[in-house]
Structure formats: structure tokens, C-alpha cells
């Protein structure tokens, strides 16, 4: 159950703006991509203040909590309740007793993760996690992986309004679920979110990025053993993708794709 109280921000905000085109200066009226922090609030207290876009944040918070590992299954989180503010969006959400004393035992200070994943943290130790090991029997076609890239494409309408946002999908049996975001981990926590209450990981998750570290990272932590993006992976993705199981797919667009790890789940 999920409770909004007051107003959540617009997605997007028109602002005045100078269109300089051969040296010939004109006015005109740009629509950007509203962004805005989201402080996200376990059991009354506060864990981590993410720059997001103020939309599917139930999703997000859902897909934060898992990809985290703050909780291990859906029904661990209990409540969610948006609260808007004049300098920002409060997520209150309520997870169980022994998830929360958890919690309190590793809490880190993770504000201001849109850019990486890893600001905040308090050392070297705590930066590169452990990744989780993923079991997954799935196989697609490489014209699937290619179709669902391009079905992602297609369905952004916050960034072909804006030009500044990042997408994140789930396709699987022809059919994608797609989220939409400023920062490109925030996609995809949305979309695991969105994702979450559905027992299937088969299919594959894209991503209108390069695939990071912690793409890779948050896709092992919910079960996903297909990951593609529509750019490079660093090598520090691929060696994490190769140690957790997950098949890794860059560069895919139009009819070419490069796999860099456990290739054997996709069929050519």
C-alpha cells in the first residue's frame, strides 16, 4: 500500500533559453527534465538522499531497497508514503524489524549517487561489494536482444521531450516494461522495482547507457542474467558480469552487438 501526500513535482519544466544556429541568436522555449532530490527514509530514519526524476519513485524505492540488499524479497517492504516538500520528495518507507536492525548495523551515507554509484561510501572496502551469484537458465536470440534494444528506443517519452533522461527496460515475450530517469542507475532500480513482485527473471534488462559497474552489480542482486546496453561496458563490468554469471551485451544497436561474458545465453 503506498500513500501520497501533497504534490509530486512535474517531470518536466519549460524555461526560457538563446538558440545560437549560424551565428543567427533566437529565443525560444526549452523543456528540460526536472530533477530533484528524493530522500529515501527506512522506519523513520533517513538512509540515503539520491538527484532523481520525481516519477515511479514506489518502483524506485521498491528496486533500491532490493538492489541494495536491504531487503531480500518484496514483501519485506511494508508500506510507502511520498511526501513532497519545497526541496524535495521524502519516500517514507516501512520494512520489517529484522530488516531494519539490519540496516541500522551498515548504514553509509550514499548522497548524491546520480552521477556513480559508489559516492558516499567510507572506503575502498565498503566501495566494491561482494556481487551476487546468478542461476539463471535463460536464452534468447541475438535478434531478441536487438528487438528489445530497439523497442527501448522507442518507448522514452521523458527523454525525447528533454534529451536528459536515461531508460531502463524488462523485455520478455515480446513485451518490455520500460522506466525512465535522470540517472541511469535510478532507471533500472525503477524498472527491478517494477519487476520485483513477478516470480520470472527470464528475458533480458536494457539500458540506454554504458553498462557500469553498478548496473551490473544492482541486475546480479535481483536474478537477471542477461544484461544489454545500448553502449560500452568498463572492464571493471565485465570482470564483475563474469564472476556473478551474468551474460553482458554492449554496444547493441541497429544489427550488431558485442557479448562479453557468458555468451552461451544467447543463440546466434
Not at 532530490?37 to 524505492?61: C, K, Q, R, T, W
Not at 533500472?188 to 519487476?195: E, F, Q
Request: one cysteine or more; charged letters at 20%.
Amino acid at each position: 500500500m503506498s500513500t501520497i501526500t501533497l504534490a509530486i513535482p512535474a517531470t518536466t519544466q519549460p524555461l526560457g533559453a538563446i538558440r545560437i544556429d549560424h551565428g543567427q541568436a533566437q529565443p525560444r522555449t526549452e523543456i528540460l527534465a526536472e530533477e530533484t532530490a528524493v530522500a529515501l527514509v527506512y522506519n523513520g530514519i533517513s538512509h540515503a538522499v539520491m538527484m532523481a526524476s520525481p516519477l515511479d519513485l514506489e518502483d524506485f524505492a521498491l528496486g533500491f531497497s532490493l538492489t541494495e540488499g536491504i531487503i531480500q524479497k518484496p514483501g519485506e517492504l511494508l508500506d510507502i508514503e511520498l511526501v513532497a516538500a519545497e526541496n524535495g520528495i521524502t519516500v517514507e518507507i516501512q520494512i520489517t524489524e529484522q530488516r531494519f536492525a539490519q540496516l541500522k548495523q551498515v548504514r553509509r551515507n550514499l548522497a548524491g549517487r546520480t552521477g556513480c554509484g559508489l559516492c558516499g561510501q567510507d572506503s575502498l572496502e565498503s566501495a566494491i561489494r561482494p556481487v551476487a551469484q546468478v542461476v539463471n537458465p535463460v536464452c534468447l536470440a541475438h535478434q531478441d536482444v536487438l528487438q528489445a534494444m530497439e523497442r527501448l528506443c522507442a518507448l522514452q517519452p521523458l527523454n525525447n521531450a528533454t534529451g536528459a533522461a536515461h531508460a531502463a527496460g524488462w523485455w520478455r515475450d515480446g513485451q518490455i516494461l520500460v522506466r525512465e530517469d535522470v540517472g541511469r542507475h535510478n532507471a533500472l532500480d525503477k524498472v527491478i522495482g517494477a519487476a520485483a513482485r513477478t516470480v520470472a527473471r527470464d528475458g533480458v534488462l536494457v539500458i540506454s547507457s554504458r553498462a557500469s559497474y553498478e548496473i551490473v552489480h544492482k541486475a546480479a542482486a535481483a536474478g537477471f542474467g542477461i544484461v544489454a546496453a545500448i553502449s560500452a561496458p568498463t572492464a571493471l563490468a565485465v570482470r564483475l558480469a563474469r564472476e556473478a554469471g551474468v551474460t553482458l551485451v554492449g554496444f547493441v544497436r541497429g544489427e550488431r552487438m558485442t557479448i562479453y561474458s557468458h555468451d552461451g545465453r544467447i543463440v546466434r
